[in-house]
């Protein structure tokens, strides 16, 4: 393993924060990854907190690893990558925060990724998605696009598109989405840069993505 990463899994153990088969488990994953591209991640920031977390337990450990082979496929294609950035955002006039999987940089646009390795779309997953949608409009209304990657040997886009639409219907939600696209005066056009379609209410936010070239901006299915 590079020097990087064996300094990152002495800090893991020193600090007592893991499981040993889960550990296990992630040592064996790290040795089958090309080590040139896993000396590449290594230098990332936010490598040490991925490889933390997990080490800690078994569901952790599958979504760190949807992560880490992710991109080590596309690491080459970005300015910068960092892990697990948290963001300040304001949602209808709370200030809340949001951490997001990785952060890159192309041409100069900051890019959001959050990374789902969901088995199942599952009863609290529509509760869970919102959650983090609402703020992902709010990062997108100021410009900053938002991209959910889905791994698509647990989920298909058929599945995906379904279930995001349903849990978009949800009324509360709506209001919510309502509100917040008023008060942001910059929204309709920072959201039509990055979705090519006029929107201005929630309405228009599930007509436009309804459509797959919108739900293709936001929403990707790796195979």
Known sequence: LPAPVVASLKRIKDANRYNPRVLKAVETFLEKID????????DVPGFDKVLED????????VGGRFLL?????????????????????????????????????????EIRFELKCWSRWAHWSDG?????????????????????VFDGSKLDRATVK????????????????????????????????????????????????ESDQVFDIIF???E
């Open 35 to 42: 080590q040139s591209l896993l000396g590449k991640l290594a």
């Open 54 to 61: 997990m080490a800690q337990q078994g569901g952790k450990f």
């Open 69 to 109: 082979e992710y991109f080590a496929q596309l690491a080459d294609q970005f300015d910068d990558l960092a892990f697990e950035v948290s963001t300040a955002l304001v949602v209808n006039g709370r200030n809340v925060g949001r951490i997001y999987d990785a952060v890159v940089h192309i041409g100069g646009r």
């Open 128 to 148: 869970a998605f919102r959650g983090q949608f609402l703020k992902d409009l709010a990062s997108m209304a100021k410009g900053n696009p938002v991209r959910w």
């Open 162 to 209: 379904r279930h995001v639409l349903e849990a978009l219907r949800e009324l509360g939600f709506r209001g919510k989405v309502d509100r917040l696209l008023l008060d942001n005066k910059e929204a309709e056009k920072k959201l039509k840069d990055i979705l090519e379609r006029e929107i201005q209410n929630s309405t228009q936010l599930i007509e436009a993505l």
């Open 220 to 222: 990707e299915i790796a």
